[in-house]
Structures are given as structure tokens and as C-alpha cells.
């Protein structure tokens, strides 16, 4: 059951982080023009286009969503603390530059932005903790012996 939380909150950062990668990486422009979609805008009004700063945003989410998803497939505890670990380090200082931010943005987008933000270091704890648990049930579970 534990495995199975992690998994599911491992999908949950790794998903959008390949959207969001990819989006950035291969169409700078569209998404800075319109991210996040569904009618918001989030990345429009904090400055100016910069296709390179755009790109690099998106190449670095391609790349924690490639670590997150590998770690949906191995599941180890520490490789499970480690994807958090990057999750956290990314996450934190990213909502903390949003919640100073916020002027630019219309008032559905500041609480949407900042909710979707706030889930990344939330899930990266709950990981975190979980990752001791799953780590503690393997121990305890005695390894198969072959026949």
C-alpha cells in the first residue's frame, strides 16, 4: 500500500513536470504566452519574453520529470528521498519568489498559482516521510529465498 502512495505521488510531480517540460522546451513562445491555460495567464505578466530563459525552465522540469518518473518505476526509499530531496529544492524557493510576486497577476490566478505551487513541497514532504515508511516495511518483510 505504502509503494503504491509513493507511486501515485511520484505520477502526480512527474506528469506535469514532463508537460510543463516539454511545452516550455519545444514552444517557448505559446507557453509563455499562455501558460498555464484554460484561459490564465501566469508567465506573460512577470516580464518579458526571454526564449533562452523559457527554454531552460523547461529543459529543467524535463529533467526532474525524467528522475521523478524513473523513480515511479524503481521505487527505492532512496531514490524516492533523493527525487523529494530535488522536488524540495526546487519547489520551495520557486513558491516563496511567487508569494512575493503576486501584483502582476489577476486575483483567480494568484490563488491558483499559489495553490498549485504549494502542492510541489507538500507532496515532496509526504514523499519524504513516506519513503522512511516504505523503507522500515521492507526491512521488516524477510527477502524470498530461491528454490
Known sequence: MRERVVRILLVILGVPALV????????PRSFYEDFPGFGQLWVRPDG????????????LNLALAFITLAAVVWCSPLLVRLVAGAWLVEGIPHLVYHLRHLDPLASDAKVSSITGLAIVPLIAVVLLVTANDLAESRATIPPSRSL
Open 20 to 27: 510543463i517540460g516539454v511545452w516550455a522546451a519545444f514552444a
Open 48 to 59: 518579458p519574453f526571454n526564449e533562452h530563459l523559457v527554454r531552460d525552465v523547461g529543459e
